[in-house]
């Protein structure tokens, strides 16, 4: 039998989940089960709250366009969110989209809005951000929902950063050839520090940001390649590169 049910679909809820719960969904909800995925009367959903762990429930049809769910019995003890932060500069928002879901899906357990000199804009929707990185846990199967603290100023952010935990800072101009044997000589792979990864705009970042980063004690600066890449492709380079060589990917 499968670890894993992959043919249930997921749904985060907020309510507390016990064997026996009746979960009544929004119209939102309801249409998603009955209407978008096919879903009929008895069929598994799998329903997490970030709280209680994963638990295994049974639609019922209350109406035309009405359903609940019934909690049967829980799949999966609940986890730890993941102590991986990622910081960046907000981008426009659907590219913001994308980016959230993909930090969220290669292991971010913080993901951290940092505002810079050339960041695009400072405005930025965290409701949205929040729901897509809600978005993504459900789909990727996680159990405890990333968070999305309030944009900060690239200065705090960096001071908010215990001095363990190690800072890998995407830098175009880092003279590093070979990011995998850095991030190895950074820290031990065996036993990986807390990790944070940062960044940018696609402006880069000032002389001075980039002086202030390289100043903090447990840094390392990468380069991911010869090429420019823009900043959500980067948010998935480099969390892929961190993940497979200090972080659950190795």
């Given at each position: 039998?499968?670890?894993?049910?992959?043919?249930?679909?997921?749904?985060?809820?907020?309510?507390?989940?016990?064997?026996?719960?009746?979960?009544?969904?929004?119209?939102?909800?309801?249409?998603?089960?009955?209407?978008?995925?096919?879903?009929?009367?008895?069929?598994?959903?799998?329903?997490?709250?970030?709280?209680?762990?994963?638990?295994?429930?049974?639609?019922?049809?209350?109406?035309?366009?009405?359903?609940?769910?019934?909690?049967?019995?829980?799949t999966r003890a609940q986890t730890p969110r993941a102590d991986l932060h990622y910081l960046f500069a907000p981008l426009?928002?659907?590219?913001?989209?994308?980016?959230?879901?993909?930090?969220?899906?290669?292991?971010?357990?913080?993901?951290?809005?940092?505002?810079?000199?050339?960041?695009?804009?400072?405005?930025?929707?965290?409701?949205?951000?929040?729901?897509?990185?809600?978005?993504?846990?459900?789909?990727?199967?996680?159990?405890?929902?990333?968070?999305c603290p309030e944009p900060e100023k690239l200065g705090p952010a960096l001071a908010g950063l215990a001095p363990e935990?190690?800072?890998?800072?995407?830098?175009?101009?880092?003279?590093?050839?070979?990011?995998?044997?850095?991030?190895?000589?950074?820290?031990?792979?065996?036993?990986?520090?807390?990790?944070?990864?940062?960044?940018?705009?696609?402006?880069?970042?000032?002389?001075?940001?980039?002086?202030?980063?390289?100043?903090?004690?447990?840094?390392?600066?990468?380069?991911?390649?010869?090429?420019?890449?823009?900043a959500d492709t980067a948010a998935v380079a480099v969390l892929t590169l961190v993940q497979a060589v200090l972080g659950?990917?190795?």
């Open positions: 039998m499968p670890a894993y049910d992959f043919t249930a679909p997921r749904l985060h809820v907020e309510s507390d989940l016990a064997a026996g719960t009746v979960l009544p969904l929004d119209r939102a909800q309801a249409n998603y089960l009955l209407n978008v995925l096919r879903r009929g009367p008895d069929d598994p959903v799998l329903v997490f709250n970030g709280r209680d762990g994963e638990w295994r429930a049974h639609l019922v049809q209350t109406g035309r366009k009405g359903a609940d769910l019934h909690v049967a019995e829980r426009k928002s659907a590219r913001l989209d994308y980016l959230a879901q993909k930090a969220v899906e290669m292991g971010a357990g913080t993901i951290r809005p940092v505002i810079t000199r050339y960041t695009q804009g400072e405005r930025i929707n965290m409701d949205r951000l929040r729901a897509n990185a809600v978005e993504a846990a459900e789909q990727c199967g996680i159990l405890a929902i990333p968070d935990r190690l800072l890998v800072f995407c830098d175009e101009d880092a003279p590093v050839s070979d990011p995998v044997r850095a991030l190895r000589e950074a820290a031990d792979p065996a036993a990986p520090p807390p990790l944070a990864v940062l960044v940018g705009p696609e402006g880069g970042f000032s002389d001075e940001e980039r002086t202030a980063i390289r100043a903090r004690p447990y840094t390392v600066a990468l380069s991911l390649g010869p090429r420019i890449l823009r659950d990917a190795r």
